[in-house]
């Protein structure tokens, strides 16, 4: 079985600057894709970025990024030129090809400071 | 508009009573799910249905049942609430494919007294 860890539970940053957040799976599974989700106080979940692993390429969503390393089992999001409303929960997935179903890890709460 | 919705969006509801959370998408989506969020645990799945009149078990499905007579509604049904159900439910969709991002409705804050 697949699982998702994410070892910081809470996380600050200053407005305007650059934070990454830590996502680690553990898979025997060769393709598959994995996702952040932002989860604000109004409790929403918004997809934020996803990567499929067949990919070299790390995605990027405007100031949104990642740093996929398939061999490290790694995935993590940078967020760049943080702001006030990037505060929220932020939620590492992982979802097999055609499987449907998400792994999510257990979150990281992120401050941004003004 | 299209979307995902949930109702209630808050219920209170004491042990013992049968609770159902409801849960509807207007994209035409084959796969439904529903969720659990407590804190520490993220989202755990409790059951998920890949069309309508299939549904199957995920992480945690004790004391839940569910249906899916109708592809665009997936409601959950808390037999005899119990405290340990007191959480933030959450449902969602996602088309058949190998790679399609599940779409989460608001959820649905219960609290069993």
Sequence with gaps: ?114 | DAGITQSPRYKITETGRQVTLMCHQTWSHSYMFWYRQDLGHGLRLIYYSAAADITDKGEVPDGYVVSRSKTENFPLTLESATRSQTSVYFCASSDSGSSQPQHFGDGTRLSIL
Excluded: H
């Design chain 1, 1 to 114: 079985a697949q699982t998702v860890t994410q070892s910081q539970p809470e996380m600050s940053v200053q407005e305007a600057e650059t934070v990454t957040l830590s996502c680690t799976y553990d898979t025997s599974e060769s393709n598959y894709y994995l996702f952040w989700y932002k989860q604000p106080p109004s409790r929403q979940m918004i997809l934020v970025i996803r990567q499929e692993a067949y990919k070299q390429q790390n995605a990027t969503e405007n100031r949104f990024s990642v740093n996929f390393q398939k061999a490290a089992k790694s995935f993590s999001l940078k967020i760049s030129d943080s702001q006030l409303g990037d505060t929220a929960m932020y939620f590492c997935a992982f979802m097999k090809p055609y499987g449907q179903n998400f792994v999510f890890g257990p979150g990281t709460r992120l401050s941004v400071l003004p």
